[in-house]
């Protein structure tokens, strides 16, 4: 097959999805909707933002540009992940098949925003031939704007187990990151104000006091310059200092060791799809503490593989830190049972063969309706 995407170059969820096909002998073109920063050897990329960058009217003339460029390069799907930018930009070229992947904040946040926002989200619905989400939550917010019922499935990005798994020797690797000794929290998202960083410090010092040996570990990552700011502060207003250790943007394959030497993995964000991150956390026997929102419910079921919390609610985490800490026996139960779970629901190479027969179902279709 030939098949164009639409998405963040820089991403590594794009990354890895894009691949995945190149190098399962599909030829792949990437529309970049956001500039490419960081090089990436392998597909063809035309980077849309590199040319014309000017707000909002930048999507009628990327719309044009990709109509032009899938005129030329004639792919069997165009693939445009998330709805926001991409999923208009594909919409403006009038391409068809068009397969869209919304990402989680594209549904769950914009289009509740403003009555235009929820219009351009049904706008693009109504272009899509085919819809895959990573959860059941996000699925039903696809389907209220519009996505066809018959059309939409799911589809996880998925984690490669050969690369994500538990670590040998922990210790080991805590002694190589200067943390032998120390209770390793762990936070893997982005530095912006929806992951809610600063409710974690909120509950630091509670936890510190129980147990002093804590060094929380966060993501200097695809941060908000305000948030980031706040953050810096309170780590110094609180005298965080040597229980905080905030680590900047690294090459993907080197996150691996966090998730090997965590003794928690802390997501607690307003919303959320299925975060790769939470997934990556369980293949490496990490066990979790999450949000409890409607999409986290499919993996973590309260005490049994995980704990959940009501989001910004700071006692609530630092009772679930402090009684998992105190449980190492639950601790390991959750490491048991969520390396299973991610060996039957999410791993990559079967969730992207399952995109794989979506994308040939998808063509079948099409030939079929027009013989």
Request: hydrophobic share 45%; proline share 6%; net charge neutral.
């Given at each position: 097959?030939?098949?164009?995407?639409?998405?963040?170059?820089?991403?590594?969820?794009?990354r890895r999805w894009v691949d995945w096909f190149r190098l399962n002998a599909h030829q792949v073109l990437v529309i970049a909707d956001t500039a490419l920063s960081e090089a990436w050897q392998g597909p063809e990329i035309h980077n849309l933002p590199a040319g014309f960058n000017i707000p909002v009217v930048k999507y009628l003339v990327?719309?044009?540009?990709?109509?032009?460029?899938?005129?030329?390069?004639?792919?069997?799907?165009?693939?445009?992940?998330?709805?926001?930018?991409?999923?208009?930009?594909?919409?403006?070229?009038?391409?068809?098949?068009?397969?869209?992947?919304?990402?989680?904040?594209?549904?769950?946040?914009?289009?509740?925003?403003?009555?235009?926002?929820?219009?351009?989200?049904?706008?693009?619905?109504?272009?899509?031939?085919?819809?895959?989400?990573?959860?059941?939550?996000?699925?039903?917010?696809?389907?209220?704007?519009?996505?066809?019922?018959?059309?939409?499935?799911?589809?996880?990005?998925?984690?490669?187990?050969?690369?994500?798994?538990?670590?040998?020797?922990?210790?080991?690797?805590?002694?190589?990151?200067?943390?032998?000794?120390?209770?390793?929290?762990?936070?893997?998202?982005?530095?912006?104000?929806?992951?809610?960083?600063?409710?974690?410090?909120?509950?630091?010092?509670?936890?510190?006091?129980?147990?002093?040996?804590?060094?929380?570990?966060?993501?200097?990552?695809?941060?908000?310059?305000?948030?980031?700011?706040?953050?810096?502060?309170?780590?110094?207003?609180?005298?965080?200092?040597?229980?905080?250790?905030?680590?900047?943007?690294?090459?993907?394959?080197?996150?691996?060791?966090?998730?090997?030497?965590?003794?928690?993995?802390?997501?607690?964000?307003?919303?959320?799809?299925?975060?790769?991150?939470?997934?990556?956390?369980?293949?490496?026997?990490?066990?979790?503490?999450?949000?409890?929102?409607?999409?986290?419910?499919?993996?973590?079921?309260?005490?049994?593989?995980?704990?959940?919390?009501?989001?910004?609610?700071?006692?609530?985490?630092?009772?679930?830190?402090?009684?998992?800490?105190?449980?190492?026996?639950?601790?390991?139960?959750?490491?048991?049972?969520?390396?299973?779970?991610?060996?039957?629901?999410?791993?990559?190479?079967?969730?992207?063969?399952?995109?794989?027969?979506?994308?040939?179902?998808?063509?079948?279709?099409?030939?079929?309706?027009?013989?």
């Amino acid at each position: 097959m030939k098949i164009a995407f639409i998405s963040n170059p820089n991403s590594t969820h794009t990354r890895r999805w894009v691949d995945w096909f190149r190098l399962n002998a599909h030829q792949v073109l990437v529309i970049a909707d956001t500039a490419l920063s960081e090089a990436w050897q392998g597909p063809e990329i035309h980077n849309l933002p590199a040319g014309f960058n000017i707000p909002v009217v930048k999507y009628l003339v990327w719309g044009w540009q990709t109509r032009r460029i899938i005129g030329a390069w004639r792919p069997d799907i165009l693939h445009a992940h998330r709805v926001t930018a991409a999923g208009w930009i594909a919409s403006l070229s009038g391409f068809s098949p068009l397969v869209l992947t919304p990402w989680g904040s594209d549904l769950y946040q914009y289009p509740q925003r403003s009555n235009l926002g929820a219009w351009l989200t049904r706008w693009v619905f109504r272009h899509a031939a085919m819809v895959t989400t990573d959860s059941q939550d996000l699925r039903r917010m696809a389907l209220h704007y519009g996505a066809s019922p018959d059309r939409t499935h799911l589809v996880q990005w998925g984690v490669d187990r050969e690369i994500f798994h538990p670590a040998p020797l922990p210790a080991k690797i805590k002694e190589q990151w200067g943390l032998a000794g120390k209770i390793i929290l762990y936070s893997p998202r982005n530095m912006h104000p929806l992951y809610n960083l600063d409710t974690i410090l909120l509950s630091a010092q509670a936890i510190i006091e129980k147990f002093p040996e804590v060094v929380f570990i966060l993501r200097d990552l695809n941060a908000d310059a305000a948030y980031r700011q706040q953050l810096f502060a309170m780590v110094q207003e609180k005298s965080l200092g040597e229980h905080v250790r905030i680590i900047g943007r690294m090459p993907w394959e080197q996150t691996i060791p966090l998730y090997e030497m965590a003794d928690l993995v802390i997501s607690v964000p307003s919303s959320d799809g299925t975060p790769v991150s939470v997934l990556e956390a369980m293949a490496c026997g990490a066990p979790m503490i999450a949000s409890d929102l409607p999409s986290l419910r499919e993996w973590i079921r309260h005490r049994e593989n995980g704990m959940l919390v009501p989001v910004r609610n700071v006692p609530a985490l630092e009772t679930a830190v402090l009684e998992a800490l105190s449980d190492p026996e639950l601790l390991q139960e959750f490491s048991v049972k969520n390396l299973e779970l991610v060996a039957a629901r999410a791993d990559h190479q079967v969730e992207m063969q399952k995109m794989e027969a979506l994308y040939h179902s998808l063509l079948s279709e099409q030939r079929s309706g027009r013989s």
